[in-house]
C-alpha cells in the first residue's frame, strides 16, 4: 500500500478497518485527558472490558456454590481449563488436546526442560538464540547445572554476524549442524523480544530434528501476535506467557504444548501432581501417578480459577476476531505504517537519526519495532512517555514500539511519529 504522512490519512485506514470495533472492548490508560498512545502491549495487554465480568462470575460462583463450584454450575471449575483450549489451538495450530494452560511461563519452562532436555555425557547442549530473554538464560543456565554440566560447555548461543542486529536463519542451521551429535535440545524464542525477529520456526525445527536433538520455542513474544504452527511444524514443545499480545492480565497465567507424538513416548520423565492425574480417577486419591492424556498430564497444580477466567474474558476477544489471520492482516499494515512514518521522519531530519533493527521482511516481524536513537535514546523515551506516548525502553539502548491489531489505530500510529518527530527536534 502507499501510505500517506497525514492525520487525515492514517484516520481514513482506522475508518476503513474492519477490526475498528474491537477497541472499545478495551480499556484503554488515559494521559491528559485523552486515551494515552498505548504501544506496549508486548510488555502487557490492555484490560478487556468484560474481564471484570467474567472475573465477578467466578467470584458469585465462589460465594454461591463454594465448594461445589469444582463440580457443579454452568462451568464447573473442575474442567474449566478445557473450555479455553479450542481457542488456544487456533492460536498456536495446535490440537485441542495439545495445550493447557497452568503456572507461569519460567515455571513452565522448567517443567517442560524436565521432560524434554535428557542430557546424557554425549548429548548434553542446548543451543539457543543469543541474547535470549534474561529469564530463559537463567532457567537453562540452572537446569544444566541440576544435570551436572558446565554451562560454558552446554549452552551454545548463536549471535548475529558483526555488524548485524538479528540472526540468518542460514546461521542457525549451520551451528546446529556443527553441534549435531551433542546437540540435546534446541530451544528458541518464536520471537526475539529485543530486536522483534520472528524465528524461522519451521526450519530450525526440521534442522534440530535432523541433528536428533528435541526442539522447543518460547513463544512469550509470538503468542497471540503472529501465526504458527507448531503441529503441523512437529515442534516437540513451547511454552509462553498470556499477559503480553493476549491480555490476560499482570502475571497471568500462561500455557504450554506438547506434541502428540510425545503423549505415550515412555522415555519423558515429568515431575507430577495431582492435577495431572487422570481426572476420570484423580479422586480416588490413590498411589501411583496416572498421567491425564495429553498436554494436561503436565499439570502439576490445582487450576487457578480467578486467572483463569481473565485469561477467558480476553481469548474470546480472539474468537470475535475470528482467530488471528484478520489480526495478522491489521498488524501488518499497522507495523508498515509505523516504519513508513519513521523513514519519513530520518529523510526530513536529514540523516538516519531512528534506525529500526527489526527485520524488514513482514514475514520476520510481529507487530514490534525495535528502534535505535542516534542521539540521546533515554531522553527521547522519557519525552515520549511523559507526553502519553507509551512504549518501552530495553538496555542498553532500544526502544520498543508496538502497535497492536486488537486495539490500536493507524491514528495512535501516527500520532506517535509525530510525537518522535516533535522529540527529536527538542532534543536536537
Ligand atoms: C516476557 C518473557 C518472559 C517472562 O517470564 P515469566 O515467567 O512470565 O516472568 C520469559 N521469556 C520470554 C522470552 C519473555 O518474553
Same mark, same amino acid.
Given at each position: 500500500? /502507499? ?37 506496549? %502491549?508486548?510488555?502487557?495487554?490492555? *484490560? ?7 472475573? *465477578? ?98 549452552? $551454545? ?18 551451528? $546446529? ?22 524465528? /524461522? ?14 526442539? %522447543? ?50 522415555? #519423558? ?52 476476531? %475470528? ?9 501488518? #499494515? ?6 513508513? #512514518?519513521?523513514?519519513?521522519?530520518? *529523510? ?75 522529540? #527529536?527536534?527538542?532534543?536536537?
Amino acid at each position: 500500500m /502507499d501510505f500517506e504522512n497525514s492525520k487525515a490519512f492514517a484516520l481514513s485506514l482506522d475508518e476503513q478497518d474492519e477490526l475498528k470495533n474491537l477497541r472499545k472492548e478495551f480499556l484503554i490508560p488515559q494521559h491528559g485527558g485523552r486515551d494515552a498512545i498505548y504501544l506496549c %502491549g508486548n510488555s502487557l495487554g490492555l *484490560q478487556p472490558v468484560r474481564a471484570a465480568a467474567y472475573l *465477578q462470575k467466578q467470584l458469585t460462583n465462589w460465594h454461591e456454590l463454594a465448594v461445589e463450584g469444582w463440580f457443579n454450575g454452568d462451568e464447573p471449575w473442575l474442567q474449566y481449563h478445557q473450555s479455553l483450549r479450542a481457542t488456544l489451538g487456533g492460536l498456536f495450530g495446535a490440537l485441542e488436546d495439545e495445550v493447557t494452560v497452568m503456572n507461569s511461563l519460567t515455571v513452565n519452562l522448567h517443567l517442560l526442560l524436565v521432560s524434554l532436555y535428557k542430557p546424557d555425557s554425549k548429548r548434553f547442549k542446548i543451543l539457543m538464540e543469543g541474547g535470549a530473554f534474561p529469564s530463559d538464560q537463567y532457567a537453562v543456565e540452572s537446569q544444566v547445572l541440576f544435570h551436572g554440566f558446565d554451562p560454558k560447555e552446554a549452552i $551454545i548461543e548463536v549471535f548475529p554476524r558483526a555488524g548485524e542486529y538479528t540472526l540468518r536463519t542460514e546461521d542457525i542451521i549451520a551451528a $546446529i549442524g556443527q553441534h549435531a551429535d551433542e546437540l540435546a535440545l534446541v530451544l528458541f524464542g518464536g520471537i526475539n523480544y529485543y530486536t522483534g525477529q520472528v524465528f /524461522d520456526m519451521q526450519a530450525i525445527t526440521k534442522a534440530g530434528h535432523q541433528a536428533g536433538a528435541y526442539v %522447543g520455542f518460547d513463544l512469550a513474544h509470538a503468542a497471540g501476535n503472529v501465526p504458527v504452527k507448531l503441529h503441523d511444524w512437529g515442534v516437540d514443545f513451547a511454552c509462553w506467557c498470556s499477559y503480553k499480545y493476549i491480555n490476560s492480565g499482570p502475571g497471568g497465567i500462561s500455557g504450554i504444548f506438547v506434541h502428540r507424538k510425545h503423549f505415550e513416548n515412555p522415555d #519423558l520423565k515429568r515431575f507430577y501432581g495431582w492435577w495431572g492425574y487422570d481426572l476420570r480417577k484423580r479422586f480416588q486419591m490413590t498411589p501411583g501417578f496416572v498421567p491425564a492424556q495429553g498436554a494436561e498430564g503436565w499439570q502439576v497444580s490445582t487450576s487457578p480459577i480467578l486467572l483463569l477466567a481473565v485469561h477467558k474474558a480476553a481469548l474470546s476477544l480472539f474468537d470475535e476476531a %475470528g482467530g488471528l489471520s484478520m489480526l495478522r492482516k491489521k498488524s501488518l #499494515l499497522l507495523t508498515a505504517y509505523l516504519e513508513y #512514518l519513521i523513514g519519513e521522519i530520518n *529523510q526530513k531530519h536529514g540523516e538516519e537519526l531512528l534506525t529500526i533493527i527489526t527485520p524488514k521482511e513482514p514475514q520476520w516481524r510481529g507487530c514490534q519495532l525495535s528502534i535505535i536513537c542516534k542521539r540521546n535514546g533515554k531522553l527521547l523515551f522519557d519525552h515520549l512517555v511523559k507526553n502519553g506516548v507509551i512504549g518501552d525502553w530495553r538496555e542498553p539502548d532500544v526502544i520498543r514500539l508496538a502497535p497492536v491489531p486488537l486495539y490500536n489505530t493507524f491514528s495512535d500510529v501516527f500520532s506517535a511519529a509525530n510525537l518522535l518527530d516533535e522529540s #527529536l527536534v527538542i532534543l536536537k
